[in-house]
């Protein structure tokens, strides 16, 4: 075969960033957390995390929470699906919304409104003078992280439901099989590829979790927090390497079980042909349950949402509820500097982050070259690295010559393009699959380059998917905070930083401005999304991402 | 043709894109600083600053812990000019790591011994004194009365309502356990520890945050420092009621220290300077700390410590060196 | 036991959600089908066929009108009560069994002793051809062997009214003539009532007993396959027969059977047709296969277009009145020039012509 010289050009050059960014802090954490504070080999951390029992407590807790969390997300998530894909419940659209609304939100603000709900002087508990109960801890964690992540378990399920051919359904209902014995013959088990992704990616996500537990842990220690304040807190860099890899371990084979295993078994063919409207399989009393489950569930994280918004106003929640505005005064004058630093740094990512997981993906799926397949992996790899473990990396490796970042702006765009990349080759890689290969052949054969190729033909086509997964990188660089709360610095701060000091010295209604700020942020983004490429292309979209 | 405004695009993307890899306050007349003062304490004091001077400082508020670690991940090529704040232990830790670079200039010259560091690596602002806070309202509900003693703490009335910092995290919390080795001997002090743990119900990351708790009512205890809880009794119209252990107390002296190699030194050596002076020394005391400097400078009443208080001064040398190990005792005996 | 099938004045109508308007999928109709009788919807797309098959099936409630199964009316009945079975267009096996418990799955909502079963599965399983087969998974098995797994879970469960949703449109056109026969056959030996949709006339003529021709909701004939072919009712039907040649004529004279037909090139007499009133705006159905060349013909016209298709030249003629007429005629049974711009003289096969209002 013809050498292309932009395949070859394009997959080394690739292969030299990743390694210098993606895996040289990897390989950065590992090695600190295999030295002690004078830097000579030392598996003391290590052998702090088997010996210390309350290092090995949070390690637990963390998975104890994880598969908690990732089993009710899932059943939460399931109903929704269910409700939205097979039954003619009304008032959908609202439903809907509802159900993607926490993917986009602040990392937070949910656990702020149950603070201001539930918290010791919160406003239920003043107002039903509940005493002897704490929102801090298992409860409350288990509360916020369900409804930040069933969303994610509503969107991969729904994904799969919409996927199983409706005539099987109508087959089995044909052949003498109640509604409720077709559901557990057929749709459910037709479901558990779906139900089981599902699960891991809620599993690893709540383990990367940092936010949440940043607010609402109270006794209840969980892995990412320690490893946090280790690092920073204690000052005790190996160890706090050492439990950002133990925290790696788990996330990451999770996530090979969910990408290489549970996938290949999906009964869901992607034809991309559309879909006749599925059988409803309920009868009245079971849809009137279930919808006052899943409207239940949306209007008590909307009422959230309020209180968010409600903080916003009140002088000084918990104290003074008196109405104001100079929360919003203050934090013009706090975090000016900060919200047009988290702005800059997130626009200034989200092109090149995009651009580079397109290029890659049409690479992967398009083209044959020396070290494919360990470059789709390696490119993939950031999406199952815990926030923390790539802040800490990042610190690691970019503090010292030759290549020194830390304190620019420039660390932060980096760290943001290489982590959420992913989410642009996901979603360019699902476009492009769809796509019949022999329209590019065409203009190959007429002459154009493969650089052509992918500029003037394979672009264009795939626009709704760029522009989704685009959207979301966005999204994800302005609400990150496991990552950046390493990486930022005297000269660029980030919003969210800010948002968890304020939250800290308990200016709770500062707090609340903050992520309002950032939620209407992201919610332009969005619209300018739908505006660009028309809303049934993003409900497509979202599934894939 | 789409291609062209592309590729402008993506010109002007890389541009933007290197352009990240720049420093900030480029111009010549601002520095950046960490600090770990009281965030709107931070502000009134720096806009004075640049008021006066004309020098602006970008500031980023951060715990004592985090602006430690920050420093040290930064320390080939530091952002910021100096550490204004922080509890002086995270200082002299930062100065046996060397990180810091000695700073001595006729203002500092006049700081009392007890108050700076032998060679000039850091000097002290102010002292921060530990005590008991309560909240009253919760304490008359529960019939509970407000401690005078570090024993007071211990007694079963307090189950689950007590609040302190995470002494792996805080140096406030730090400066309680040496401050209890010093008083009682390691050994005693960790039972006294041990002890207490039933009546906490959280160990809060941040320093300050037991205390505003306290003022919320989501705590009825916490332990903190004098100046930040008459302050915040003061402005707020929390209910809230400060008491001294009468065995006597420990207390922390918040310090500054310039960053070895940080930008700009000469203009943060003016900043250090003006720290002393009458208006800073002045800002100081409106927010009720008690600054090194007092002649002419107008004290709050509330402020003012009851002369019967006894001042149990800890080793800052030696509670530097046994931090690790304390802090890993306290966590494998008492955070479990 | 297969069942009698009874539809009395069966109708339906949606509502379009895009334009509001009232849309009748099927026109008010009545028909019964014979027990053991395959019958046929045939017609074009958006007909109403699938339509009222999925009203028979229960998967469309009728907007008017009744279903009965044997005298019992089923009209309101959910697909799960009902005694009937559909074999899908898409197959629609569960891919998460292997053949053996697709086949088996509808057994388990019947009162059926395993022994039973065991039978009835061997039976069917050598009936459909799929021994050896029971442990594969549907997407280990070729488009055919899928069609016989769909086959044979409908059969299994002896269901009173077979129904075919145009099962064999995904195959190829080799493998559908021998399933087309192979499902005849089935039916046959086990004398069930079968109701088969499709669209293509040739599958419609060699399986059923009787077939129904629809268009646009509304039934244009019923009748067996020989009678639709003979005698089609309608310009429509012809047309979708594929008789090509359909010529505007009157009838200027009808006596003892027999009806002379004028149209603009030629007269022509053919067997009358009692059941049509009108003189006038009359259609002539020549098949192209009813016209010969004939040197004594009296019809003359001149070859505008040849195609050579092996056995067969499919010719186009234009009569001297811009009459157009396509013959199929046998290659080498003329001496004729039957290239483009030749003149022909042709001769019709009266008695297999027929005509319609």
Request: aromatic content about 10%; some cysteine; glycine content about 6%.
């Amino acid at each position: 075969m013809r050498k292309d010289k932009f395949v070859i050009f394009s997959s080394v050059v690739i292969l030299a960033l990743l390694v210098v960014f993606v895996g040289f802090p990897i390989f950065s954490t590992f090695k600190l957390s295999l030295s002690d504070s004078s830097g000579l080999f030392s598996l003391s951390s290590y052998q702090s995390l088997f010996e210390k029992p309350w290092l090995r407590k949070s390690f637990f807790n963390s998975l104890l929470l994880g598969s908690m969390t990732a089993s009710i997300s899932v059943l939460v998530g399931f109903v929704f699906a269910f409700v939205i894909a097979r039954t003619r419940v009304k008032g959908k659209p609202f439903l809907k919304f509802m159900a993607t609304l926490p993917i986009i939100s602040p990392p937070f603000m949910l656990s702020l409104s149950v603070i201001l709900l539930f918290g010791k002087s919160g406003f239920v508990t003043r107002l039903f003078g509940i005493e002897d109960f704490s929102i801090y801890g298992l409860p409350g964690l288990l509360l916020v992280q369900t409804i930040s992540l069933f969303p994610l378990a509503y969107l991969t399920i729904l994904g799969v439901l919409q996927g199983i051919e409706s005539s099987v359904e109508d087959a089995s209902l044909d052949l003498g099989a109640s509604r409720l014995r077709t559901f557990l013959l057929i749709t459910l088990p037709l479901s558990v590829p779906g139900i089981l992704s599902a699960w891991l990616l809620v599993f690893v996500t709540s383990l990367a979790d940092f936010a949440t537990p940043m607010l609402l842990s109270g006794k209840f220690d969980v892995l990412s927090v320690q490893a946090y304040l280790q690092f920073t807190g204690s000052g005790n860099l190996p160890l706090g390497a050492a439990l950002s890899n133990l925290l790696l371990i788990p996330c990451v084979t999770a996530y090979i079980l969910q990408k290489y295993y549970v996938q290949k078994k999906s009964y869901v063919t992607v034809t991309g042909k559309p879909q006749k409207a599925a059988r409803d399989l309920t009868s009245r009393p079971v849809r009137i349950i279930l919808s006052a489950f899943v409207f239940g569930a949306s209007l008590f994280t909307l009422a959230l949402y309020l209180t968010c918004l409600a903080g916003c106003f009140t002088k000084s929640w918990g104290i003074d509820y008196t109405w104001s505005l100079e929360n919003f005064a203050y934090v013009w004058q706090v975090g000016r500097q900060a919200i047009l630093d988290t702005l800059l740094i997130s626009i200034i990512a989200t092109p090149f982050a995009t651009m580079l997981g397109l290029l890659i993906a049409f690479l992967v799926i398009r083209k044959e070259f020396f070290g494919k397949r360990f470059l789709d992996v390696f490119a993939m790899f950031p999406f199952a690295l815990p926030g923390t473990a790539i802040g800490i990396g990042y610190v690691l490796a970019f503090n010292n010559h030759p290549i020194l970042l830390t304190g620019t702006a420039l660390i932060i765009v980096l760290a943001f393009v290489f982590r959420n990349m992913p989410v642009a080759i996901e979603s360019a890689k699902a476009s492009l699959i769809q796509i019949d290969k022999s329209i590019e052949e065409a203009a190959t054969n007429l002459g154009a380059s493969t650089h052509r190729v992918f500029w003037e033909i394979t672009l264009p086509m795939i626009k709704p998917a760029i522009f989704t997964g685009a959207a979301y990188i966005f999204v994800h660089c302005m609400t990150a905070v496991s990552a950046v709360i390493f990486i930022v610095s005297a000269n660029w701060n980030h919003m969210t930083v800010l948002t968890l000091n304020q939250t800290e010295m308990l200016r709770f209604s500062a707090a609340a401005v903050l992520c309002l700020i950032l939620i209407l942020i992201v919610l332009a983004a969005f619209g300018i999304l739908r505006l660009i490429i028309g809303k049934n292309a993003i409900a497509k979209e979202i599934v894939h991402t | 043709m789409a291609m062209n405004r592309i590729w402008v695009a993506f010109a002007f993307f890389c541009g933007l894109f290197a352009l990240s890899g720049c420093s900030k306050t480029a111009s010549s007349n601002s520095i950046a600083i960490y600090t770990s003062l009281d965030e709107s304490m931070a502000r009134l004091l720096l806009e004075s600053f640049t008021k006066e001077t004309g020098i602006k400082v970008d500031f980023v508020r951060l715990a004592t812990g985090e602006a430690a670690a920050r420093i040290e991940a930064e320390k080939n090529r530091p952002q910021a000019a100096l550490w204004l704040g922080g509890v002086g232990l995270g200082h002299a830790e930062l100065k046996a790591k060397g990180l810091t670079t000695p700073y001595t200039s006729e203002a500092t010259q006049k700081i009392p011994a007890a108050l700076k560091d032998s060679e000039g690596y850091w000097n002290g602002l102010y002292r921060g004194i530990l005590v008991f806070v309560t909240n009253t309202k919760q304490a008359e509900a529960r019939k509970l009365t407000v401690p005078t003693s570090w024993n007071d703490l211990l007694s079963p009335q307090w189950k689950g309502l007590i609040q302190i910092p995470n002494p792996g995290t805080s140096g406030t919390s730090y400066n309680l356990i040496t401050t209890l080795i010093e008083s009682m001997g390691e050994e005693k002090a960790f039972e006294y520890l041990k002890n207490l743990h039933k009546n906490i119900s959280q160990y809060t990351k941040s320093g300050a945050a037991p205390t505003k708790n306290v003022a919320l009512g989501e705590s009825a205890l916490a332990i903190g420092y004098f100046h930040d809880i008459v302050r915040l009794s003061q402005e707020s119209k929390a209910p809230l009621q400060v008491s001294f252990p009468k065995e006597g107390t420990g207390y922390e002296i918040a310090a500054v220290s310039l960053i070895k190699n940080g930008p700009k030194p000469e203009l943060a050596g003016k900043l250090i300077d003006w720290m002393y002076s009458k208006t800073a020394s002045q800002l100081l005391a409106d927010y009720y700390y008690v600054p090194v400097f007092t002649e002419g400078v107008d004290l709050r009443k509330e402020a003012v410590l009851p002369t019967t208080l006894k001042l149990i001064d800890t080793n800052i040398d030696w509670a530097g060196q046994n931090k690790e190990r304390l802090i890993d005792l306290w966590n494998s005996k008492i955070n479990t | 036991m297969s069942s009698e099938v009874r539809l009395e004045k069966i109708r339906k109508v949606f509502r379009d959600s895009h334009t509001g308007q009232d849309v009748v999928a099927v026109s008010e109709f009545s028909l019964t089908i014979r027990r053991g009788e395959l019958l046929t919807l045939l017609g074009p797309s958006g007909c109403g066929k699938t339509t009222l098959l999925r009203m028979l099936a229960g998967f469309e409630n009728p907007t008017g009108g009744d279903i009965y199964l044997d005298d019992k009316a089923i009209t309101s009945l959910p697909p799960n009560k009902r005694n009937s079975a559909m074999v899908f267009q898409s197959y629609a096996l569960f891919p998460h069994m292997n053949v053996l418990q697709n086949i088996s799955y509808g057994l388990k909502f019947r009162n059926i002793g395993s022994s039973e079963k065991q039978d009835r599965l061997d039976q069917i399983i050598h009936i459909v051809g799929l021994k050896g087969l029971e442990t594969r998974r549907p997407s280990e098995l070729s488009g055919g062997q899928q069609q016989r797994v769909a086959l044979a879970r409908a059969l299994v469960v002896q269901p009173g009214l077979l129904l075919f949703d145009e099962p064999l449109s995904n195959l190829d056109a080799k493998l559908r003539e021998s399933m087309r026969y192979e499902i005849r056959r089935i039916q046959r030996s086990l004398n069930i009532t079968a109701v088969y949709v499709t669209h293509d006339q040739v599958e419609a003529m060699s399986l059923s007993d009787r077939v129904v021709v629809m268009n646009k909701g509304r039934v244009e004939q019923v009748g067996s396959p020989r009678e639709i072919y003979r005698y089609p009712s309608s310009r429509f039907v012809a047309d979708f027969m594929g008789i090509s040649n359909l010529i505007d004529c009157d009838l200027v004279a009808a006596s003892g059977g027999r009806a002379t037909l004028k149209t603009a090139d030629f007269e022509i007499e053919v067997e009358e047709r009692q059941n049509i009133r009108s003189k006038t705006g009359l259609c002539l159905m020549i098949r192209p296969e009813d016209i010969e060349v004939d040197p004594a013909g009296n019809i003359r016209g001149e070859i505008i277009e040849t195609v050579f298709l092996g056995e067969r030249f499919e010719v186009l003629i234009e009569l001297p009145n811009r009459t157009l007429l396509t013959a199929r005629l046998k290659a080498g049974a003329y001496q004729q020039d039957l290239n483009p711009g030749s003149k022909v003289s042709l001769r019709l096969l009266s008695e297999r012509l027929t005509y319609a209002a």
